[in-house]
């Protein structure tokens, strides 16, 4: 069974553990997603799964969504993924994958974009100390000289500066799966996890043990 699920985040609560300890958890509603398209190594190159979670009305797809939909005989999806396979043998177009496709214990790898923070400075951004805050000190929060003299003289690739906050995609890495509800289509996992409230979301079997 394919160990990916497309999800949405509710939000974070607590639960207790056996010996009474609060943890922290994240809940998401995870699927049902539906496998749009099946890639095959011999026809693209790779293995991997088309997901499609989230019904969306027919007049919201561009004619070649539309198309894209009615080839595959599944009703239109609001987003679509694809999940790497080792082996793509044994799915079907049409095959539904539902949260009981993880089990408590698991760990998993949730994929999401940050939530955006604007046009920041290198202090919020990048964590710098900043300059003096006592009085006759005209410069308190910016980034200092980024200048590299007469060679080469340009600003190297890579400075920490003022720019855009956010809106990156974050894997928050080995989280543990602390409960599974398959018929209320949810997934509860230890820690957070990137995004906001009703942000996308990719879970998948981790990539490596946790530390």
Same mark, same amino acid.
């Given at each position: 069974?394919?160990? /990916?699920?497309?999800?949405?985040?509710? /939000?974070? $609560?607590?639960?207790?553990?056996?010996?009474?300890? +609060?943890?922290?958890?994240?809940?998401?509603?995870?699927? !049902?997603?539906?496998?749009? @398209?099946? @890639?095959?190594?011999?026809?693209? /190159? *790779?293995?991997?799964?088309?997901?499609?979670?989230?019904?969306?009305?027919?007049?919201?797809?561009?004619?070649?969504? #539309? /198309?894209?939909?009615?080839?595959?005989? +599944?009703? =239109?999806?609001? *987003?679509?993924?694809?999940?790497?396979?080792?082996?793509?043998?044994?799915?079907?177009?049409?095959?539904?994958?539902?949260?009981?496709?993880?089990?408590?214990?698991?760990?998993?790898? +949730?994929?999401?974009?940050?939530?955006?923070? %604007?046009?920041?400075?290198?202090?919020?951004?990048? &964590?710098?100390? %900043?300059?003096?805050?006592?009085?006759?000190?005209?410069?308190?929060?910016?980034? %200092?000289?980024?200048?590299?003299?007469?060679? =080469? $003289?340009? +600003?190297? #690739?890579?400075?920490?500066? !003022?720019?855009?906050?956010?809106?990156?995609?974050?894997?928050?890495? $080995?989280?543990?799966?602390?409960?599974?509800?398959?018929?209320?289509?949810?997934?509860?996992?230890?820690?957070?996890? !990137?995004?906001?409230? %009703? &942000?996308?979301?990719?879970?998948? @079997?981790?990539?490596? $043990?946790?530390?």
């Amino acid at each position: 069974m394919a160990k /990916g699920i497309l999800g949405t985040k509710i /939000g974070m $609560s607590q639960t207790f553990s056996k010996n009474g300890q +609060v943890v922290p958890v994240t809940l998401i509603t995870a699927g !049902p997603c539906v496998v749009v @398209k099946v @890639k095959t190594l011999e026809k693209d /190159g *790779y293995q991997a799964l088309q997901l499609g979670f989230d019904d969306i009305k027919e007049k919201k797809l561009t004619r070649p969504q #539309k /198309g894209h939909f009615e080839k595959a005989g +599944v009703s =239109p999806k609001k *987003y679509l993924a694809e999940l790497r396979l080792e082996d793509s043998q044994g799915f079907q177009i049409g095959q539904e994958i539902k949260a009981d496709v993880f089990n408590e214990g698991d760990l998993v790898d +949730v994929v999401g974009v940050s939530k955006g923070k %604007g046009f920041a400075g290198v202090i919020k951004r990048w &964590g710098f100390h %900043g300059r003096p805050a006592s009085h006759g000190h005209h410069y308190h929060r910016a980034p %200092g000289s980024i200048g590299s003299s007469a060679t =080469p $003289s340009r +600003v190297m #690739k890579g400075t920490k500066l !003022p720019g855009h906050m956010g809106v990156a995609r974050i894997t928050a890495p $080995s989280l543990e799966v602390v409960k599974v509800d398959a018929d209320k289509n949810l997934l509860v996992v230890k820690g957070s996890v !990137p995004g906001p409230k %009703g &942000g996308l979301l990719m879970i998948r @079997k981790a990539k490596r $043990s946790a530390k």
